[in-house]
Protein backbone atom coordinates (compact mmCIF):
# COMPACT_ATOMS: atom_id res chain seq x y z
CA UNK A 1 0.00 0.00 0.00
CA UNK A 2 1.35 3.38 -0.90
CA UNK A 3 0.36 6.36 -0.02
CA UNK A 4 1.24 9.66 -2.05
CA UNK A 5 1.16 13.04 -1.93
CA UNK A 6 1.58 14.92 -5.31
CA UNK A 7 2.21 18.72 -5.82
CA UNK A 8 0.90 20.21 -9.71
CA UNK A 9 1.78 23.14 -10.96
CA UNK A 10 2.72 23.14 -14.63
CA UNK A 11 0.65 25.67 -16.14
CA UNK A 12 -2.05 28.26 -14.17
CA UNK A 13 -3.73 25.76 -12.02
CA UNK A 14 -2.03 24.76 -8.88
CA UNK A 15 -3.17 21.46 -7.27
CA UNK A 16 -2.23 19.26 -4.41
CA UNK A 17 -3.44 15.42 -4.03
CA UNK A 18 -3.25 12.46 -1.60
CA UNK A 19 -4.05 9.08 -2.63
CA UNK A 20 -3.76 6.10 -1.22
CA UNK A 21 -3.93 2.53 -3.17
CA UNK A 22 -6.46 4.04 -5.84
CA UNK A 23 -8.71 6.04 -2.99
CA UNK A 24 -8.54 9.62 -3.56
CA UNK A 25 -8.01 11.49 0.09
CA UNK A 26 -7.61 14.98 -0.96
CA UNK A 27 -7.95 16.91 -4.33
CA UNK A 28 -7.33 20.91 -3.70
CA UNK A 29 -6.68 23.58 -6.20
CA UNK A 30 -6.62 27.05 -7.03
CA UNK A 31 -6.33 28.38 -10.81
CA UNK A 32 -4.66 31.47 -11.87
CA UNK A 33 -7.13 33.77 -13.48
CA UNK A 34 -6.46 36.41 -15.63
CA UNK A 35 -8.46 39.56 -17.09
CA UNK A 36 -10.20 38.66 -20.45
CA UNK A 37 -8.07 39.42 -23.63
CA UNK A 38 -4.95 38.03 -21.61
CA UNK A 39 -3.17 34.64 -20.90
CA UNK A 40 -1.08 33.50 -18.49
CA UNK A 41 2.57 34.59 -18.32
CA UNK A 42 5.29 32.40 -16.54
CA UNK A 43 6.06 35.09 -14.09
CA UNK A 44 2.48 36.21 -13.21
CA UNK A 45 1.89 32.26 -13.16
CA UNK A 46 4.64 31.36 -10.30
CA UNK A 47 4.00 34.28 -7.96
CA UNK A 48 0.34 33.08 -7.89
CA UNK A 49 1.52 29.39 -7.14
CA UNK A 50 3.75 31.12 -4.21
CA UNK A 51 1.38 32.91 -2.95
CA UNK A 52 -0.88 30.16 -2.78
CA UNK A 53 0.44 26.59 -2.53
CA UNK A 54 0.94 26.34 1.15
CA UNK A 55 -2.50 26.92 1.95
CA UNK A 56 -3.29 24.20 -0.79
CA UNK A 57 -1.19 22.16 1.13
CA UNK A 58 -2.58 22.66 4.23
CA UNK A 59 -5.97 22.32 3.21
CA UNK A 60 -5.17 18.84 1.47
CA UNK A 61 -3.58 17.71 4.04
CA UNK A 62 -6.13 18.39 6.34
CA UNK A 63 -9.10 17.18 4.18
CA UNK A 64 -7.30 13.31 3.94
CA UNK A 65 -6.85 13.81 7.75
CA UNK A 66 -3.20 12.33 7.35
CA UNK A 67 -0.42 13.13 9.05
CA UNK A 68 3.26 13.61 7.40
CA UNK A 69 4.79 10.52 8.65
CA UNK A 70 1.47 8.51 6.96
CA UNK A 71 2.93 9.75 3.80
CA UNK A 72 5.03 7.11 2.02
CA UNK A 73 6.26 9.35 -0.89
CA UNK A 74 6.15 12.87 -2.00
CA UNK A 75 5.64 13.51 -5.78
CA UNK A 76 6.00 16.68 -7.82
CA UNK A 77 5.43 17.46 -11.69
CA UNK A 78 8.87 17.29 -12.94
CA UNK A 79 7.26 18.57 -16.46
CA UNK A 80 6.34 19.42 -19.15
CA UNK A 81 5.22 22.46 -18.54
CA UNK A 82 6.29 26.34 -18.07
CA UNK A 83 9.63 26.42 -15.89
CA UNK A 84 9.03 28.99 -13.44
CA UNK A 85 5.49 27.58 -12.03
CA UNK A 86 7.35 24.17 -12.07
CA UNK A 87 9.92 25.32 -10.11
CA UNK A 88 7.62 26.63 -7.25
CA UNK A 89 6.23 23.02 -6.97
CA UNK A 90 9.70 21.51 -7.29
CA UNK A 91 10.90 23.60 -4.47
CA UNK A 92 7.81 22.67 -2.35
CA UNK A 93 8.00 18.91 -2.73
CA UNK A 94 12.00 18.74 -2.01
CA UNK A 95 11.50 21.29 1.00
CA UNK A 96 8.57 18.63 2.24
CA UNK A 97 10.76 15.66 1.38
CA UNK A 98 13.47 16.77 3.27
CA UNK A 99 11.26 18.00 6.52
CA UNK A 100 9.24 14.67 6.30
CA UNK A 101 12.38 12.86 5.25
CA UNK A 102 10.03 10.98 2.85
CA UNK A 103 11.43 10.05 -0.74
CA UNK A 104 11.19 12.13 -3.85
CA UNK A 105 9.09 11.22 -7.40
CA UNK A 106 9.51 13.21 -10.24
CA UNK A 107 6.29 12.75 -12.55
CA UNK A 108 5.45 13.13 -15.98
CA UNK A 109 2.52 15.38 -16.48
CA UNK A 110 1.02 13.60 -19.49
CA UNK A 111 1.35 10.08 -17.85
CA UNK A 112 -0.51 11.64 -14.57
CA UNK A 113 -3.69 12.53 -16.82
CA UNK A 114 -3.44 9.12 -18.29
CA UNK A 115 -2.92 7.20 -15.69
CA UNK A 116 -5.89 8.94 -13.50
CA UNK A 117 -8.27 8.56 -16.49
CA UNK A 118 -7.93 4.74 -15.95
CA UNK A 119 -8.08 4.81 -12.57
CA UNK A 120 -11.06 6.97 -12.37
CA UNK A 121 -12.93 5.62 -15.77
CA UNK A 122 -11.52 1.66 -15.04
CA UNK A 123 -10.39 1.73 -19.16
CA UNK A 124 -8.27 -1.21 -19.70
CA UNK A 125 -6.16 -0.12 -22.71
CA UNK A 126 -7.39 2.38 -24.61
CA UNK A 127 -6.12 4.88 -27.18
CA UNK A 128 -5.91 8.26 -25.25
CA UNK A 129 -6.43 11.53 -26.92
CA UNK A 130 -4.94 13.84 -24.54
CA UNK A 131 -6.18 17.04 -24.98
CA UNK A 132 -5.03 20.33 -23.27
CA UNK A 133 -3.91 23.87 -23.19
CA UNK A 134 -0.08 22.73 -23.77
CA UNK A 135 -0.82 19.12 -25.15
CA UNK A 136 -2.70 17.67 -27.96
CA UNK A 137 -1.29 13.72 -28.43
CA UNK A 138 -3.19 10.36 -29.72
CA UNK A 139 -1.95 7.76 -26.91
CA UNK A 140 -1.40 3.88 -26.96
CA UNK A 141 0.51 1.63 -24.98
CA UNK A 142 3.00 -0.54 -26.86
CA UNK A 143 5.73 -2.33 -25.09
CA UNK A 144 6.46 -0.35 -22.01
CA UNK A 145 5.83 3.13 -22.84
CA UNK A 146 2.93 5.53 -24.19
CA UNK A 147 3.59 5.66 -27.56
CA UNK A 148 2.76 8.94 -29.39
CA UNK A 149 0.89 7.65 -32.62
CA UNK A 150 -0.69 11.31 -33.46
CA UNK A 151 0.13 14.93 -32.07
CA UNK A 152 -0.95 18.70 -33.27
CA UNK A 153 2.53 19.58 -35.21
CA UNK A 154 2.05 23.35 -34.40
CA UNK A 155 -0.14 24.79 -31.45
CA UNK A 156 -2.22 22.70 -28.94
CA UNK A 157 -6.26 22.44 -29.25
CA UNK A 158 -6.74 24.28 -26.04
CA UNK A 159 -4.10 27.00 -26.79
CA UNK A 160 -6.20 27.46 -30.19
CA UNK A 161 -9.38 27.84 -28.22
CA UNK A 162 -7.83 30.05 -25.60
CA UNK A 163 -6.26 32.44 -27.81
CA UNK A 164 -9.80 32.82 -30.39
CA UNK A 165 -11.58 33.40 -26.48
CA UNK A 166 -9.06 36.22 -25.90
CA UNK A 167 -9.74 37.36 -29.59
CA UNK A 168 -13.36 37.47 -28.71
CA UNK A 169 -12.57 38.91 -25.34
CA UNK A 170 -14.34 36.61 -23.49
CA UNK A 171 -13.42 36.17 -19.44
CA UNK A 172 -11.00 33.82 -18.39
CA UNK A 173 -13.12 32.88 -15.30
CA UNK A 174 -13.53 29.38 -15.15
CA UNK A 175 -11.78 29.12 -18.24
CA UNK A 176 -11.89 30.46 -21.71
CA UNK A 177 -12.88 26.78 -22.70
CA UNK A 178 -15.29 26.71 -20.96
CA UNK A 179 -17.11 29.89 -21.76
CA UNK A 180 -16.06 28.89 -25.76
CA UNK A 181 -18.30 26.03 -25.06
CA UNK A 182 -21.40 27.90 -23.56
CA UNK A 183 -21.43 30.38 -26.56
CA UNK A 184 -20.98 27.61 -28.81
CA UNK A 185 -24.63 26.43 -27.75
CA UNK A 186 -26.62 28.74 -29.08
CA UNK A 187 -24.63 28.83 -32.71
CA UNK A 188 -26.32 28.05 -34.95
CA UNK A 189 -24.37 29.36 -38.94
CA UNK A 190 -21.45 27.53 -39.47
CA UNK A 191 -18.68 28.81 -40.78
CA UNK A 192 -16.34 26.87 -43.01
CA UNK A 193 -13.04 26.74 -41.55
CA UNK A 194 -9.88 25.07 -42.70
CA UNK A 195 -9.42 22.01 -42.06
CA UNK A 196 -6.14 20.19 -41.09
CA UNK A 197 -5.16 16.80 -40.49
CA UNK A 198 -2.03 15.23 -41.92
CA UNK A 199 -2.08 11.41 -41.07
CA UNK A 200 -2.58 11.18 -37.76
CA UNK A 201 -1.20 14.96 -37.06
CA UNK A 202 -3.14 17.61 -36.68
CA UNK A 203 -2.18 21.26 -36.93
CA UNK A 204 -4.50 24.24 -35.90
CA UNK A 205 -2.34 27.39 -36.63
CA UNK A 206 -3.93 27.70 -39.62
CA UNK A 207 -7.46 28.08 -38.69
CA UNK A 208 -6.67 30.56 -35.65
CA UNK A 209 -4.51 32.98 -37.83
CA UNK A 210 -7.43 32.60 -40.20
CA UNK A 211 -10.10 33.60 -37.53
CA UNK A 212 -7.54 36.51 -36.49
CA UNK A 213 -7.10 37.80 -39.05
CA UNK A 214 -10.85 38.51 -40.58
CA UNK A 215 -12.45 38.54 -37.34
CA UNK A 216 -13.66 41.84 -38.15
CA UNK A 217 -14.91 40.81 -41.64
CA UNK A 218 -16.77 37.50 -39.92
CA UNK A 219 -18.12 39.41 -37.29
CA UNK A 220 -20.66 41.04 -40.09
CA UNK A 221 -21.98 38.15 -41.21
CA UNK A 222 -21.41 35.73 -38.35
CA UNK A 223 -22.38 36.11 -34.38
CA UNK A 224 -20.11 35.54 -31.90
CA UNK A 225 -21.81 32.54 -30.75
CA UNK A 226 -21.71 30.73 -34.93
CA UNK A 227 -18.09 31.65 -34.80
CA UNK A 228 -17.44 29.32 -31.44
CA UNK A 229 -19.65 26.57 -32.19
CA UNK A 230 -17.92 26.67 -36.08
CA UNK A 231 -14.61 26.22 -34.12
CA UNK A 232 -15.45 24.08 -32.07
CA UNK A 233 -17.16 21.63 -34.51
CA UNK A 234 -14.25 22.04 -36.86
CA UNK A 235 -11.36 21.53 -34.45
CA UNK A 236 -12.77 18.58 -32.35
CA UNK A 237 -14.07 16.42 -36.15
CA UNK A 238 -10.70 16.84 -36.66
CA UNK A 239 -9.45 15.25 -33.14
CA UNK A 240 -11.88 12.70 -33.52
CA UNK A 241 -10.67 11.81 -36.80
CA UNK A 242 -7.34 11.71 -36.25
CA UNK A 243 -8.61 9.41 -33.07
CA UNK A 244 -10.45 7.49 -35.52
CA UNK A 245 -7.42 6.74 -37.30
CA UNK A 246 -5.25 6.17 -34.58
CA UNK A 247 -8.19 3.09 -33.49
CA UNK A 248 -8.05 1.72 -36.65
CA UNK A 249 -4.49 1.63 -36.80
CA UNK A 250 -3.94 -0.18 -33.48
CA UNK A 251 -6.92 -2.03 -33.79
CA UNK A 252 -7.98 -0.74 -30.77
CA UNK A 253 -11.82 -0.52 -29.28
CA UNK A 254 -11.42 1.91 -26.29
CA UNK A 255 -10.83 5.84 -26.12
CA UNK A 256 -9.98 7.42 -23.04
CA UNK A 257 -10.07 11.77 -22.79
CA UNK A 258 -7.75 13.31 -20.70
CA UNK A 259 -6.73 16.73 -20.51
CA UNK A 260 -8.73 20.16 -19.43
CA UNK A 261 -10.53 20.34 -23.43
CA UNK A 262 -11.63 16.66 -22.12
CA UNK A 263 -14.21 17.98 -20.46
CA UNK A 264 -15.73 19.60 -23.28
CA UNK A 265 -18.96 17.99 -23.29
CA UNK A 266 -19.68 18.71 -26.88
CA UNK A 267 -16.18 17.01 -27.94
CA UNK A 268 -17.21 13.87 -25.41
CA UNK A 269 -20.69 13.58 -27.73
CA UNK A 270 -18.90 13.47 -30.92
CA UNK A 271 -16.32 11.00 -29.94
CA UNK A 272 -19.39 9.28 -28.06
CA UNK A 273 -21.22 9.10 -31.94
CA UNK A 274 -17.92 7.94 -33.49
CA UNK A 275 -17.35 5.30 -30.98
CA UNK A 276 -21.24 3.68 -31.25
CA UNK A 277 -20.59 3.79 -35.14
CA UNK A 278 -17.50 1.65 -35.06
CA UNK A 279 -18.59 -0.34 -31.63
CA UNK A 280 -16.35 0.92 -29.66
CA UNK A 281 -15.88 2.21 -25.85
CA UNK A 282 -15.67 5.55 -24.65
CA UNK A 283 -14.12 6.52 -21.36
CA UNK A 284 -13.96 10.26 -19.99
CA UNK A 285 -13.73 12.14 -16.84
CA UNK A 286 -15.18 15.28 -15.67
CA UNK A 287 -13.79 18.56 -14.64
CA UNK A 288 -11.97 17.38 -11.20
CA UNK A 289 -9.54 14.74 -12.70
CA UNK A 290 -9.94 15.94 -16.46
CA UNK A 291 -8.04 19.60 -15.66
CA UNK A 292 -4.16 19.67 -14.04
CA UNK A 293 -4.27 18.31 -10.40
CA UNK A 294 -2.77 17.33 -7.61
CA UNK A 295 -3.95 13.81 -7.21
CA UNK A 296 -3.03 12.58 -11.07
CA UNK A 297 0.60 13.52 -9.89
CA UNK A 298 0.10 11.66 -6.74
CA UNK A 299 -1.56 8.27 -7.94
CA UNK A 300 1.00 8.48 -11.73
CA UNK A 301 3.94 8.41 -9.02
CA UNK A 302 2.15 6.05 -6.76
CA UNK A 303 2.39 3.32 -9.40
CA UNK A 304 6.00 3.74 -10.29
CA UNK A 305 7.00 4.22 -6.51
CA UNK A 306 5.22 0.49 -5.93
CA UNK A 307 6.83 -0.95 -9.12
CA UNK A 308 10.30 -0.10 -7.71
CA UNK A 309 11.14 3.52 -9.54
CA UNK A 310 13.23 5.64 -7.19
CA UNK A 311 14.82 8.84 -7.95
CA UNK A 312 17.94 10.53 -6.35
CA UNK A 313 17.56 13.86 -4.39
CA UNK A 314 19.87 15.49 -6.95
CA UNK A 315 17.67 14.24 -9.73
CA UNK A 316 14.53 16.07 -8.74
CA UNK A 317 14.94 18.78 -10.93
CA UNK A 318 12.27 20.09 -13.78
CA UNK A 319 11.93 20.03 -17.20
CA UNK A 320 10.34 22.13 -20.17
CA UNK A 321 10.05 19.38 -22.11
CA UNK A 322 9.61 15.92 -21.20
CA UNK A 323 8.12 13.80 -23.84
CA UNK A 324 5.40 11.35 -22.39
CA UNK A 325 7.06 8.13 -24.58
CA UNK A 326 10.34 9.35 -22.15
CA UNK A 327 8.74 7.49 -19.61
CA UNK A 328 9.63 3.88 -18.82
CA UNK A 329 6.20 2.28 -17.96
CA UNK A 330 7.48 -0.25 -15.15
CA UNK A 331 3.68 -0.48 -13.76
CA UNK A 332 2.43 -2.43 -16.69
CA UNK A 333 3.40 -5.91 -17.90
CA UNK A 334 0.87 -6.36 -20.80
CA UNK B 1 -22.96 -2.25 -61.57
CA UNK B 2 -21.99 -4.92 -59.66
CA UNK B 3 -23.93 -7.87 -58.52
CA UNK B 4 -23.04 -8.79 -55.20
CA UNK B 5 -20.72 -6.57 -52.62
CA UNK B 6 -19.20 -8.45 -49.37
CA UNK B 7 -17.72 -6.34 -47.03
CA UNK B 8 -14.29 -6.48 -46.82
CA UNK B 9 -12.46 -4.39 -44.20
CA UNK B 10 -13.39 -1.31 -42.46
CA UNK B 11 -11.49 1.53 -41.80
CA UNK B 12 -11.11 4.89 -40.34
CA UNK B 13 -13.37 6.19 -42.62
CA UNK B 14 -14.37 3.96 -45.29
CA UNK B 15 -16.17 0.75 -45.63
CA UNK B 16 -14.02 -0.98 -48.25
CA UNK B 17 -15.52 -4.12 -50.11
CA UNK B 18 -14.87 -6.47 -52.95
CA UNK B 19 -17.17 -7.19 -56.15
CA UNK B 20 -16.35 -8.14 -59.39
CA UNK B 21 -16.46 -4.69 -61.74
CA UNK B 22 -16.77 -5.51 -65.44
CA UNK B 23 -15.44 -9.03 -64.90
CA UNK B 24 -12.42 -7.58 -62.30
CA UNK B 25 -11.63 -8.00 -58.97
CA UNK B 26 -13.00 -4.58 -57.84
CA UNK B 27 -12.44 -2.70 -54.57
CA UNK B 28 -15.02 -0.29 -53.83
CA UNK B 29 -14.04 2.27 -51.25
CA UNK B 30 -16.89 3.76 -49.78
CA UNK B 31 -16.71 6.86 -47.42
CA UNK B 32 -19.78 6.54 -45.60
CA UNK B 33 -21.39 9.41 -43.77
CA UNK B 34 -19.46 10.66 -40.34
CA UNK B 35 -22.39 11.08 -37.75
CA UNK B 36 -20.31 13.26 -35.49
CA UNK B 37 -19.28 15.88 -37.51
CA UNK B 38 -21.39 18.78 -38.81
CA UNK B 39 -23.02 17.33 -42.18
CA UNK B 40 -21.95 20.50 -44.45
CA UNK B 41 -18.45 19.77 -42.84
CA UNK B 42 -18.93 16.15 -43.82
CA UNK B 43 -19.71 16.13 -47.27
CA UNK B 44 -17.03 18.65 -47.77
CA UNK B 45 -14.49 16.80 -46.74
CA UNK B 46 -15.62 13.54 -48.45
CA UNK B 47 -16.11 14.94 -51.68
CA UNK B 48 -12.53 16.59 -51.00
CA UNK B 49 -11.38 13.20 -50.40
CA UNK B 50 -12.94 11.14 -53.20
CA UNK B 51 -11.33 13.96 -55.38
CA UNK B 52 -7.79 13.50 -54.10
CA UNK B 53 -7.81 10.31 -54.02
CA UNK B 54 -8.95 9.86 -57.90
CA UNK B 55 -6.80 12.38 -58.88
CA UNK B 56 -3.29 11.31 -57.11
CA UNK B 57 -3.69 7.33 -58.54
CA UNK B 58 -4.01 8.72 -62.33
CA UNK B 59 -0.74 11.04 -61.30
CA UNK B 60 0.78 8.18 -59.52
CA UNK B 61 0.05 6.13 -62.92
CA UNK B 62 1.83 8.68 -64.89
CA UNK B 63 4.82 8.50 -63.22
CA UNK B 64 5.50 4.86 -62.62
CA UNK B 65 4.32 4.85 -58.88
CA UNK B 66 2.21 1.65 -58.50
CA UNK B 67 -1.31 2.08 -57.05
CA UNK B 68 -4.23 0.03 -57.69
CA UNK B 69 -6.30 0.88 -61.13
CA UNK B 70 -9.10 3.55 -60.60
CA UNK B 71 -12.02 1.71 -62.58
CA UNK B 72 -15.11 4.33 -61.52
CA UNK B 73 -16.10 7.71 -59.34
CA UNK B 74 -19.37 7.99 -57.95
CA UNK B 75 -19.68 11.12 -55.74
CA UNK B 76 -23.37 10.33 -55.19
CA UNK B 77 -22.64 7.29 -53.39
CA UNK B 78 -19.67 8.20 -52.23
CA UNK B 79 -17.80 5.01 -54.03
CA UNK B 80 -14.69 4.79 -55.56
CA UNK B 81 -14.00 1.46 -57.64
CA UNK B 82 -10.47 0.32 -57.97
CA UNK B 83 -8.58 -2.45 -58.67
CA UNK B 84 -8.32 -5.55 -55.73
CA UNK B 85 -5.06 -7.06 -55.16
CA UNK B 86 -6.41 -10.57 -54.39
CA UNK B 87 -2.58 -11.90 -53.13
CA UNK B 88 -1.09 -8.66 -50.85
CA UNK B 89 0.00 -8.04 -47.53
CA UNK B 90 0.63 -4.51 -45.67
CA UNK B 91 3.70 -3.43 -45.24
CA UNK B 92 2.42 -3.28 -41.29
CA UNK B 93 1.95 -6.68 -41.33
CA UNK B 94 5.27 -8.28 -43.42
CA UNK B 95 7.33 -6.69 -41.07
CA UNK B 96 5.01 -8.02 -38.25
CA UNK B 97 5.71 -11.42 -39.59
CA UNK B 98 9.97 -10.37 -40.24
CA UNK B 99 10.02 -9.58 -36.57
CA UNK B 100 8.39 -12.79 -35.62
CA UNK B 101 11.30 -14.24 -37.70
CA UNK B 102 9.19 -16.38 -39.67
CA UNK B 103 11.12 -16.13 -42.31
CA UNK B 104 14.85 -16.64 -43.06
CA UNK B 105 17.05 -13.39 -43.10
CA UNK B 106 15.27 -10.55 -41.44
CA UNK B 107 18.05 -7.61 -41.64
CA UNK B 108 18.24 -8.23 -45.37
CA UNK B 109 14.30 -8.24 -46.04
CA UNK B 110 13.84 -5.02 -44.04
CA UNK B 111 17.14 -3.39 -45.56
CA UNK B 112 15.08 -4.24 -49.35
CA UNK B 113 11.69 -3.14 -47.84
CA UNK B 114 13.24 0.21 -46.75
CA UNK B 115 14.74 0.78 -49.91
CA UNK B 116 11.93 0.43 -51.65
CA UNK B 117 9.93 2.79 -49.47
CA UNK B 118 12.15 5.15 -49.93
CA UNK B 119 12.52 5.45 -53.29
CA UNK B 120 8.64 5.12 -53.95
CA UNK B 121 8.01 8.25 -51.63
CA UNK B 122 10.80 9.87 -53.59
CA UNK B 123 9.41 9.15 -56.45
CA UNK B 124 6.29 10.74 -55.20
CA UNK B 125 7.60 13.48 -54.05
CA UNK B 126 9.50 14.19 -57.74
CA UNK B 127 6.35 14.03 -58.92
CA UNK B 128 4.98 17.05 -56.53
CA UNK B 129 2.54 14.56 -55.14
CA UNK B 130 1.92 14.76 -51.38
CA UNK B 131 0.85 11.56 -50.42
CA UNK B 132 -0.59 13.03 -46.88
CA UNK B 133 -1.18 9.84 -44.70
CA UNK B 134 2.11 7.66 -45.23
CA UNK B 135 2.40 4.66 -42.76
CA UNK B 136 2.97 1.03 -42.58
CA UNK B 137 -0.88 0.69 -43.07
CA UNK B 138 -0.99 2.49 -46.22
CA UNK B 139 1.77 -0.10 -48.10
CA UNK B 140 0.84 -2.81 -49.60
CA UNK B 141 2.96 -5.78 -51.31
CA UNK B 142 1.84 -7.63 -54.09
CA UNK B 143 3.97 -10.58 -56.08
CA UNK B 144 4.99 -9.68 -59.49
CA UNK B 145 3.88 -12.51 -60.92
CA UNK B 146 0.89 -13.89 -58.90
CA UNK B 147 0.69 -17.59 -58.20
CA UNK B 148 -2.54 -18.70 -55.51
CA UNK B 149 0.44 -20.78 -53.54
CA UNK B 150 2.52 -18.15 -52.02
CA UNK B 151 2.84 -18.44 -48.27
CA UNK B 152 6.06 -16.56 -48.03
CA UNK B 153 6.20 -13.28 -49.22
CA UNK B 154 10.15 -12.99 -48.53
CA UNK B 155 11.36 -15.32 -51.27
CA UNK B 156 9.37 -13.69 -54.10
CA UNK B 157 9.60 -11.12 -56.08
CA UNK B 158 7.24 -8.56 -54.67
CA UNK B 159 6.28 -4.74 -55.81
CA UNK B 160 5.23 -2.04 -53.57
CA UNK B 161 1.49 -0.40 -54.19
CA UNK B 162 0.81 2.88 -52.22
CA UNK B 163 -3.18 3.04 -51.21
CA UNK B 164 -5.44 5.32 -49.50
CA UNK B 165 -4.46 8.63 -51.45
CA UNK B 166 -7.47 10.48 -49.43
CA UNK B 167 -5.06 13.18 -47.96
CA UNK B 168 -3.05 13.72 -50.66
CA UNK B 169 -2.64 16.90 -52.59
CA UNK B 170 -0.52 18.14 -55.87
CA UNK B 171 2.67 20.06 -54.16
CA UNK B 172 5.42 21.54 -54.89
CA UNK B 173 6.68 23.03 -51.40
CA UNK B 174 9.21 21.55 -49.58
CA UNK B 175 6.87 22.21 -46.44
CA UNK B 176 4.57 19.73 -47.32
CA UNK B 177 7.16 16.94 -48.51
CA UNK B 178 8.94 17.41 -44.67
CA UNK B 179 5.89 16.68 -43.10
CA UNK B 180 4.69 13.87 -44.94
CA UNK B 181 8.56 12.50 -44.43
CA UNK B 182 7.79 13.46 -40.52
CA UNK B 183 4.08 11.69 -40.60
CA UNK B 184 6.46 8.83 -42.20
CA UNK B 185 8.77 8.70 -39.21
CA UNK B 186 6.59 8.89 -36.75
CA UNK B 187 4.11 5.65 -38.43
CA UNK B 188 7.30 3.90 -38.25
CA UNK B 189 8.25 4.54 -34.72
CA UNK B 190 4.98 4.15 -32.76
CA UNK B 191 3.96 0.76 -35.06
CA UNK B 192 7.53 -0.47 -35.15
CA UNK B 193 8.81 0.11 -32.44
CA UNK B 194 10.95 -3.37 -32.74
CA UNK B 195 12.43 -1.99 -35.64
CA UNK B 196 14.90 1.40 -34.50
CA UNK B 197 16.71 1.47 -37.90
CA UNK B 198 13.98 1.54 -40.46
CA UNK B 199 13.16 5.03 -40.97
CA UNK B 200 17.01 5.68 -41.10
CA UNK B 201 17.29 3.30 -43.68
CA UNK B 202 14.00 4.74 -45.48
CA UNK B 203 15.55 8.29 -45.47
CA UNK B 204 18.72 7.09 -46.96
CA UNK B 205 17.08 5.60 -49.46
CA UNK B 206 14.98 8.56 -50.04
CA UNK B 207 17.56 11.02 -49.89
CA UNK B 208 20.31 8.91 -52.22
CA UNK B 209 18.82 7.52 -55.10
CA UNK B 210 20.14 9.27 -58.08
CA UNK B 211 17.50 11.72 -58.88
CA UNK B 212 15.43 12.16 -62.50
CA UNK B 213 14.22 15.70 -61.97
CA UNK B 214 17.17 17.76 -61.87
CA UNK B 215 15.50 20.76 -60.32
CA UNK B 216 13.82 18.32 -57.15
CA UNK B 217 16.24 20.61 -53.93
CA UNK B 218 16.64 17.38 -52.05
CA UNK B 219 18.44 19.32 -49.28
CA UNK B 220 16.18 22.23 -48.87
CA UNK B 221 13.73 18.90 -48.33
CA UNK B 222 15.63 17.41 -46.14
CA UNK B 223 16.18 20.84 -44.12
CA UNK B 224 12.07 21.36 -44.11
CA UNK B 225 12.47 17.55 -42.28
CA UNK B 226 14.24 18.02 -39.79
CA UNK B 227 12.54 22.23 -38.79
CA UNK B 228 9.12 20.15 -38.44
CA UNK B 229 10.51 17.77 -36.45
CA UNK B 230 11.96 20.45 -34.46
CA UNK B 231 8.77 21.99 -34.08
CA UNK B 232 7.42 18.84 -33.12
CA UNK B 233 10.04 17.26 -30.26
CA UNK B 234 11.12 20.52 -28.82
CA UNK B 235 7.89 22.42 -28.19
CA UNK B 236 7.39 23.11 -25.01
CA UNK B 237 4.26 21.95 -23.54
CA UNK B 238 2.49 23.53 -21.00
CA UNK B 239 -0.92 22.67 -19.25
Redesign the interface.
Known sequence: MVVAIGFEGSANKLGVGIIRDGEILANCRRTFITPPGEGFLPRETAEHHRQNIHEVLKEALDQSGLKPEELDVVCYTKGPGMGAPLSVCAIVARTCALLWNKPILGVNHCIGHIEMGRLITKANNPTVLYVSGGNTQIIAYSRRRYRIFGETIDIAVGNCLDRFARVLKLSNAPSPGYNIEQMAKSGKKYLHLPYCVKGMDVSFSGILSYMEDKIDDLLKDYTPEDLCYSLQETVFAMLVEITERAMAHCASDEVLIVGGVGCNERLQEMMGVMCEERGAKIFATDERFCIDNGVMIAYAGALAYASGTRMEFEDATITQRYRTDDVLVTWRND | MCEEMKLFK????AKLFVCNYLGKPTLVKERFK?????P??DE??TKERIKNEARSIVRCKAVGVKTPSLYLVDFERRRIYMQHFEISITVKDFIIQIKKGESGDSDASLDSLARKIGETVRKLHESNIIH????S?NMLLVPKNPSPNDANWTQQDIELVMIDFG?SRSDSNAEDMG??L??LE??I???H??CPNLFTQVLDAYSNIKSKKKSFNIKEVLNKFEE?RA?????????
Open positions: QGAEKHYRHALNIGDLTSLVDYVRAISTNDVRGRKRTMVG
